[in-house]
Nanobody, 128 residues
Framework: VQLQASGGGSVQAGGSLTLSCTSSEVTLRTYVMGWFRQAPGKGREFVAASTRIGSNVYKTYYGDSVKGRFTIPRDNAKNTVYLQMNSLKPEDTAVYYC???????????????????WGQGTLVTVSS
């Protein structure tokens, strides 16, 4: 399964950017979806996840560094999951990856090894 991530770019600190993640192979509606990022010289960091808890009802989770600034909405009609990023900071500069998995237990949504499918990454650069 291939995921296509897009929407990266350059933005000034305090600005906003929205990333998109879609698939032409599977319906993402039932998948656990996650966003991770990797800054230069650092490991991959959990950013956000969305898990299905009912018909078109999702629970969302966020990494501590992005809580209150990022959200992970879905548009099931477009088979797309977004990462809405507000109040961006220079430390948000990274390559952002979307990930998907049919099922993840408990709190493992923040663990990159739990995800079977990954997008190619999209670069976000935030300047001060």
């Amino acid at each position: 399964v291939q995921l296509q991530a897009s929407g990266g770019g350059s933005v000034q600190a305090g600005g906003s950017l929205t990333l998109s993640c879609t698939s032409s192979e599977v319906t993402l509606r039932t998948y656990v979806m996650g966003w991770f990022r990797q800054a230069p010289g650092k490991g991959r960091e959990f950013v956000a996840a969305s898990t299905r808890i009912g018909s078109n009802v999702y629970k969302t989770y966020y990494g501590d560094s992005v809580k209150g600034r990022f959200t992970i909405p879905r548009d099931n009609a477009k088979n797309t999951v977004y990462l809405q990023m507000n109040s961006l900071k220079p430390e948000d500069t990274a390559v952002y990856y979307c990930a998907a998995d049919p099922a993840i237990k408990g709190s493992d949504y923040a663990t990159e090894d739990e995800y079977d499918y990954w997008g190619q990454g999209t670069l976000v650069t935030v300047s001060s």
